[in-house]
């Protein structure tokens, strides 16, 4: 027991002990006279008092006073009596009178006239025949004796404000039957509040506790001269409210892709960087692409007026790309049979993919190759859940002796696992590559495939003019995708939208909401 009282008083707050305290010297102290006493606000009196209840050390009573004063009317009829006391007053002389007289005569208006007589008619103490107001034998015995709601009237307005609980009891019948008149009486709730020190709370006192401000911070001097031993400290309330904050983050598809491309660095690549305003040569022609293949044309890629033209690399370069398109030169191809033409090489376009940044980056480097590279592109897509026109890829390539498709499936598995991720893939199409391939994962409430990104070995037809002689895996994943399925959003629009209040409440990667 007495261990247990100890761990309550261990636990008290400051407030709860002051005011445990002052209910022992004063035990009748109002709240109000608590706050005064121990210079605590009466708030604060409140809440030591409630949480002590909770504890069982106190009991707090709740006492609601109803304070009893006349309205204006109610003065009056205080002063010059009921209108039913009027008008028997005026008969009791007269005997008989019609009604307009009455009125007229005890000074009432013709409402209130009317009413009262009714009720001098229910209790018998006048009657009423063709307009003609009489007296009976009754009224005339006892107009001199005053009701108890007349006695209430006078005896509330001696008193001008009375506690309803303290009314002489023989006037509550005067009370029921003036409150139920309209604009007599006037009632007021005081609600006031008293504590009772409990068996608990006697068992505390007795045990005894000091009142010391309870230590939160220590200070350097009190660690140094060892008045850390004699401070009370204030228990931990890991229940207590904290405040919500919002500092600045970063934003979530940021988020996914540096992590994405914290992935590839540590998988050994290099990160590369591109423009967004690029040649066709680089984003279309260095990719064996046709030129009059269908995403050149106008709906599908964002053509640029100024620059409208960009320089072509190197003369070799282009001749021989020009080779391949026209005849497949010695690739063992026979290339698109046509008349290559510069000047579709030279339009300058907004990039439909980074796959410009991977041939440039083969031309300008030597096997082997491990790169990567993060970018916005741009296509003329029609805006849907899925769909934007501009986007994020991840772009990257392996090349070297021995490099195979086994491998790149194998870098796409291992990529999206560490991103948490289960993928498929199907066969697909690329001019610029063979095998290829493209990565699906699955949404559940569309409850259908989403294509993540494409991949495949380059063709022979590719990797020649940019003399390059060993096989190359490449592969360009679409970012904003994955950003919808890990952060459970079920429209694309959202990442580009600032809704500040999902980018707030939306719990940074490693789940702190930051
Ligand atoms: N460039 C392709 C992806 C891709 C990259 C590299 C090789 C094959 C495919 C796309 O944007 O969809």
Partial sequence: MSGDIKKTISELHIYEKKLLKELETNPDATPEEIAKNTQMDIK????????LASKDIIEVDKDVEEIIS???????????GLPERKILRVLSSKKEMNMGDLAKDADIDKKETNIAIGWLVRKNWAKINKGIVTITEHGQESFKILGTDEKLLKHLQEAKNSIKSNLPPELLD???KLNDRKNILNIKK?????????????????????????????THQ??????????????????AEAPK?????????????????????NMGFSEENGSIVASAFWNFDSLFQPQDHAAREMQDTFYVKNPLTCDLPDQKLVDE?????????????????????EDVAKQTVLRTHTTGISTRYLYEHE???????????????????????????VEGLVGGEGVNYQNLMGFLKEFYKKLGFEVRFRPAYFPYTYLSTECEVYLEDKESWIELGGSGMFRPEVLKPLGVDVPVLAFGLGIERLAMIRYDISDIRMLYKSDIKWLRELPTTNGVRL
């Fill in 321 to 341: 790309t020009a080779e391949v398109h026209n005849t497949g030169g010695d690739t063992g191809s026979t290339g698109w049979q046509y008349e290559w033409d």
């Fill in 245 to 265: 904050v919002f500092p600045g983050k970063k934003h979530p598809l940021r988020e996914i892709i540096d992590e994405i491309r914290e992935i590839f660095l």
């Fill in 70 to 80: 006349l309205t204006d009317n109610g003065s009056e009829y205080a002063d010059g």
């Fill in 190 to 218: 005081n609600t006031s509040h008293s504590f009772k020190i409990l068996d608990k709370g006697e068992a505390i006192l007795k045990e005894g506790f000091t009142i010391q401000k309870q230590a939160t911070q220590l």
């Fill in 367 to 393: 096997a082997p190759f491990k790169m990567f590279s993060v970018g916005r592109v741009f296509r003329r897509e029609t805006i849907t859940y899925k769909h934007l026109p501009e986007f994020h890829q």
């Fill in 174 to 176: 005067g009370f029921k």
């Fill in 44 to 51: 604060s009196v409140m809440s030591a008092a409630g949480s």
């Fill in 222 to 239: 009190q660690l140094k001269d060892g008045e850390w031993k004699n401070l009370e400290y204030r228990p931990y309330d890991i229940n």
